[in-house]
């Protein structure tokens, strides 16, 4: 049986400077009453943050400077995106277009899609939803029924995606779409596309979520046309590409600090005198919590060197959503608090808003069914 090495990564001479100007940013910032530190903040929405990450080139750090990057190492990335999750930055505008839609770009698009889109991208002022999950067919991407129709010039595209994430805020979605009919082997004959938002022949309908929000949408696409220069990659290698992008979204801080500002806000009040519980239950979530930081930073490490760590990632995510999701039900059984949904920030709204909220964090991003059998399949156990 194989198994997985989370080797340890060298952070960059550069990342102490760096970590301590981030943290400067946000202090400045929450004292200028910009934003109120977010309860989960990569799912927030704020565009003139973005733009301001942007002009200190936090945006598409480790891109070519031609492309609007910066051309740092991934590391430095993981360490600007750990800060201002910690300090619950509002960063959801520009999230998926950094995490993962402008590197697919950058390795699989077109020279007019790399010189229009990523510049845009990194300046903080063009945002990304993904087009993936369908109805009727959970987390198996396999069974895409999204169509992709030849066309003189391009493509038609004809179906409907679902628990889209800010497609009626997003520019730009890519879409895996079947461009072939299906055939024994169900990852064959799908591509990906980079589809604008706004054209005619997308219609998004909201889906309100469980505490009221509008994070997620039904998106329509009826004849939708894509140009040439707008389909990613190779016609037909569209499965591949999608397991390359999963490693990007699936392996990030983002996959375990969801409810750190719980966990942060719970040690504050706990105190300097915990019970033997408390303790136990506080020491064991920060063991954790460093055991996946620990293996995050070592998938960052092999990205950096081009490597393509998709099983690997598909741990992190299974057993980091679990810790997230663990938080505030552990938070209930070590203080006497009761939860509130009101507009604030404190510690009552902080554990109402991560108790509604964190069912969703195993499914979000791939469900955990769908992970363990790619982990089993990565250690040759099936």
């Not at 002009?55 to 201002?84: A, F, H, T």
């Not at 029924?145 to 595209?157: E, L, M, S």
């Not at 604030?344 to 069914?369: V, Y």
């Amino acid at each position: 049986m194989r198994e997985f090495d989370f080797e340890p990564v060298r952070m960059p001479d550069s990342v102490p400077a760096l970590r301590q100007e981030v943290r400067e940013l946000i202090a400045a910032e929450i004292a200028a009453g910009a934003f109120t530190p977010q309860r989960n903040s990569w799912s927030s929405f704020d565009p003139g943050f973005s733009r301001k990450l942007g002009e200190r080139g936090w945006i598409g750090m480790s891109w070519p400077k031609r492309y609007g990057g910066s051309e740092r190492s991934m590391l430095e990335r993981y360490v600007v995106v750990e800060e201002l999750l910690a300090g619950g930055a509002p960063v959801g505008a520009h999230w998926v277009a950094d995490r993962q839609s402008g590197p697919q770009i950058l390795r699989h698009g077109s020279e007019r899609a790399r010189g229009e889109i990523l510049p845009r991208i990194a300046r903080g002022e063009c945002f990304f939803c993904i087009g993936m999950s369908e109805p009727d067919s959970g987390s198996d991407l396999a069974a895409v029924r999204t169509r992709a129709d030849k066309v003189d010039g391009g493509w038609k595209i004809t179906g409907t995606k679902v628990w889209t994430s800010n497609a009626h805020r997003a520019h730009y979605g890519i879409v895996l779409a079947r461009s072939a009919p299906k055939s024994e082997d169900r990852h064959a004959g799908m591509t990906q596309f980079i589809c604008d938002m706004k054209a005619p022949g997308v219609t998004i309908r909201p889906i309100y979520n469980l505490y009221g929000g509008h994070d997620f949408n039904e998106v329509v696409f009826d004849g939708y046309f894509v140009p040439e220069d707008m389909v990613l990659g190779e016609v037909g290698a569209g499965w591949k590409m999608v397991t390359g992008e999963l490693a990007f979204e699936r392996s990030g801080p983002d996959r375990f600090m969801s409810t750190y500002q719980l966990l942060r806000e719970t040690i504050r009040r706990v105190g300097d005198a915990p019970d033997d519980r408390q303790a136990e239950e506080i020491g064991r979530l920060v063991a954790h919590l460093a055991t996946l930081r620990r293996m995050s930073s070592s998938i960052a490490g092999r990205i950096d060197r081009g490597e393509n760590p998709a099983t690997a990632a598909a741990l992190v995510k299974d057993v980091g959503t679990g810790f997230e999701r663990e938080i505030p039900e552990i938070v209930r059984r070590i203080l006497p608090t009761e939860p509130s949904l009101g507009p604030g920030s404190g510690f009552d709204e902080l554990l109402g808003s991560a108790m509604l909220r964190s069912p969703s964090f195993t499914i979000r991003g791939g469900t955990r069914e769908i992970l363990r059998g790619m982990i089993a399949r990565g250690l040759g156990m099936r």
